[in-house]
């Protein structure tokens, strides 16, 4: 049986007993038990059948039946667990998904990161200033941002303050999801000036039009409005990295005979910590979750082979997708050996393009940028060389606002590095403002059409 072999060995702690990544270091070995007990306890934050859907969708775009729009904070924080910033983050989403609708004429699903997205990778374990060495801020769910000793010590109650946050946070998008969200639909409401400034307006007008007539015409015809005739389907997912976290809500369901994660629907591994022989892949295969693996320029065909086989010996549809992150220098040169050497391993995998991971830079005063127009240059090699090789592009992983933050350089309104001080919130990555993620958004559907 498929199930039984690639379950074999497998436990949800099974990875506790080879090379783990990226694990912070708690000092009181006590306390963090006592913490990961009572997260064990705690209700599931999603439910396996919302996962099993969700892993439907994936298939579906695998076969490039729909399309999959993925987004939202590099890291969410604690204290700004607001229902501003969530109804911001719902309805940049939303808007984004109905420009792809209207533009690539099929469904589109939408997945947030966000509701655990606390846990972030670093480069270094330490990080000195003026000669003070402290331990790396690796998120909220381990310890704080500010540069002292008390902040910087990991915190095993932040485990548990994390999750409370998450399912707050899913709590307050489903609420506003099953409300009908109607003034966000709606492009009335939205705020496209920033429009003005762009050489592609007069497009991007039109688009928007034909959006709001389109949603017009069903109105009037059905007499009712278009959110009590489709509900939104809206998913979360976080970086799967702090394997304690993720182990606590790993639950046996009679029902599938399978394990799921249920802090989450799709958690994906990230770049740093997806070697084939360590903690993360151990645990991942386990999971019955749809789930994905960040993929970066050093990924070579014998690795993705060996990786394919580890997460989906069975090559099960919708199971296993490929985030592509491989920056604009290099995509053309790389992409087109992982699409052949996972075709060459006879393994099935949903393509989706990461087009902000590849792209970090610094300023020479020393913030973390991105460039608008290499995160489209990667975005448009990626659809040209996917339908190049008849392969199939299937969505887009973005880190993004609904806030009009100064992070990313360049788009409509030509932000420069000057810019950036002006508005700069993120504690890790520069994500893309309000007018930006809604730019990119409209030159997908142009891409993918192409
Ligand atoms: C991230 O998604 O925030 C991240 C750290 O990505 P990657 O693993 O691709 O570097
Ligand atoms: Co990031």
Avoid at 55 to 63: C, D, E, G, V, Y
Avoid at 68 to 77: F, H, N, P, T, Y
Avoid at 100 to 120: D, F, N, S, T, W
Avoid at 216 to 241: C, K, M, W
Wanted: proline share 5%; net charge neutral; with cysteine.
């Amino acid at each position: 049986m498929a199930i039984a072999t690639q379950l074999e060995g497998w436990s949800p702690d099974s990875w506790q007993r080879r090379t783990t990544l990226q694990q912070p270091q708690y000092r009181d070995r006590g306390a963090l038990e006592r913490a990961v007990l009572a997260l064990s306890r705690l209700p599931p934050i999603v439910v396996s059948w919302e996962i099993d859907e969700l892993h439907r969708h994936l298939a579906s775009a695998q076969r490039g039946e729909t399309f999959i729009l993925q987004g939202g904070d590099c890291a969410e924080s604690l204290d700004d667990c607001s229902s501003e910033r969530i109804v911001q983050q719902l309805k940049i989403l939303l808007q984004m998904s109905l420009v792809l609708v209207h533009e690539l004429k099929k469904p589109i699903i939408r997945v947030g990161r966000l509701a655990g997205q606390y846990a972030k990778p670093r480069s270094a374990d330490t990080e000195t200033k003026d000669g003070v060495t402290l331990p790396s801020y690796r998120g909220d769910i381990v310890n704080r941002a500010p540069f002292d000793a008390v902040s910087r010590e990991p915190d095993p109650e932040l485990l548990l303050r994390g999750y409370e946050r998450a399912a707050l946070t899913l709590n307050f998008v489903r609420a506003l999801i099953d409300g009908g969200f109607a003034d966000l639909h709606h492009p009335e409401y939205w705020d496209l000036e920033f429009m003005r400034h762009s050489p592609k307006y007069e497009d991007y007008k039109r688009i928007v039009e034909s959006l709001s007539d389109s949603l017009n015409f069903f109105e009037s015809i059905t007499g009712r409005p278009v959110h009590d005739a489709q509900r939104v389907d809206f998913y979360a997912s976080h970086e799967g990295l702090h394997l304690l976290y993720e182990q606590a809500q790993t639950r046996y369901i009679q029902r599938t005979g399978r394990w799921y994660n249920l802090s989450t629907h799709l958690p994906w591994i990230g770049v740093r910590t997806a070697g084939i022989e360590h903690g993360h892949v151990e645990y991942f295969r386990g999971i019955a979750n749809p789930i994905a693996v960040k993929v970066g320029p050093a990924a070579d065909p014998a690795y993705l082979k060996e990786l394919t086989r580890a997460l989906n010996p069975g090559n099960v549809p919708g199971r296993l997708t490929l985030i592509h992150r491989l920056g604009a220098k290099d995509i053309a040169a790389k992409l087109p050996a992982l699409i052949d050497a996972v075709r060459a391993a006879g393994a099935e995998v949903l393509w989706v393009c990461d087009p902000m991971h590849g792209n970090t830079e610094s300023t020479s005063s020393g913030l973390k940028t991105r460039r608008f127009d290499n995160i489209l240059a990667e975005l448009e090699t990626a659809f040209r060389v996917h339908a190049s090789m008849g392969s199939q592009l299937g969505g887009a992983h973005l880190e993004l606002t609904g806030d009009n933050v100064t992070e990313c350089t360049g788009g409509a309104r030509g932000l420069s590095d000057g810019d950036l001080a002006r508005a700069y919130r993120s504690t890790v990555d520069p994500r893309l403002n309000y007018e930006q993620a809604l730019e990119v958004a409209m030159r997908i559907g142009r891409y993918a059409r192409r």
